[in-house]
T-cell receptor
Framework: DTEVTQTPKHLVMGMTNKKSLKCEQHMGHRAMYWYKQKAKKPPELMFVYSYEKLSINESVPSRFSPECPNSSLLNLHLHALQPEDSALYLC??????????????FGNGTRLTVT | GESVGLHLPTLSVQEGDNSIINCAYSNSASDYFIWYKQESGKGPQFIIDIRSNMDKRQGQRVTVLLNKTVKHLSLQIAATQPGDSAVYFCAERLGGSYIPTFGRGTSLIVHP
């Protein structure tokens, strides 16, 4: 079992819906990430939070809105998505500030389908 | 959209054989390298890592080799088992950064 928990596991939403993806970790990590992964492709970085502040936004469309309520929680708010946004959304965490021996720890993702 | 018919590089081995998965990385300034295993329906799982001041590191049944001269990384899995079937990603990280860049991935299929 992963130490990064993501909910829901699966989500089907229409293009006019608003939904949120949730991620939680209790490893004391201070960096948290959202990745998008299409089938047969590597994960693509979307956002990075460092000490609860957004530090990286990889030019993600505004229909994706991240939020970090506290050091253990990370949300991704979704609104007016397109069918091409269907993918596996992965959350990860790491110990920022330690450049060595601090790999990312991933959750099992939310499989999102936009109809 | 996605390319129809896009496939990952695939390595097929028999159970009990040793497997070698290769990765060419892009940036000579990268100083930390990680291998991840991703099983179907799961997120990537950390396997082993190596710093650029090393050329070999061993774990349980796995060994990572780093050749900085040709910017090449490999993952060796001893006595491969059906449970090793997964997609394997290498990742590199630039010095001073904590964010990895993932390679393309290799699908390992282990036949009983």
């Amino acid at each position: 079992d992963t130490e990064v928990t993501q909910t829901p596991k699966h989500l089907v939403m229409g293009m006019t819906n608003k939904k949120s993806l949730k991620c939680e970790q209790h490893m004391g990590h201070r960096a948290m990430y959202w990745y998008k992964q299409k089938a047969k492709k590597p994960p693509e970085l979307m956002f990075v939070y460092s000490y609860e502040k957004l530090s990286i936004n990889e030019s993600v469309p505004s229909r994706f809105s991240p939020e970090c309520p506290n050091s253990s929680l990370l949300n991704l708010h979704l609104h007016a998505l397109q069918p091409e946004d269907s993918a596996l959304y992965l959350c990860a965490s790491s110990q920022e500030g330690e450049p060595y021996n601090s790999p990312l720890h991933f959750g099992n993702g939310t499989r999102l389908t936009v109809t | 959209g996605e390319s129809v018919g896009l496939h990952l590089p695939t390595l097929s081995v028999q159970e009990g054989d040793n497997s070698i998965i290769n990765c060419a990385y892009s940036n000579s300034a990268s100083d930390y390298f990680i291998w991840y295993k991703q099983e179907s329906g799961k997120g990537p799982q950390f396997i082993i890592d190596i710093r650029s001041n090393m050329d070999k590191r061993q774990g349980q049944r796995v060994t990572v080799l780093l050749n900085k001269t040709v910017k090449h990384l490999s993952l060796q899995i001893a006595a491969t088992q059906p449970g090793d079937s997964a997609v394997y990603f290498c990742a590199e990280r630039l010095g001073g950064s904590y964010i990895p860049t993932f390679g393309r991935g290799t699908s390992l299929i282990v036949h009983p």
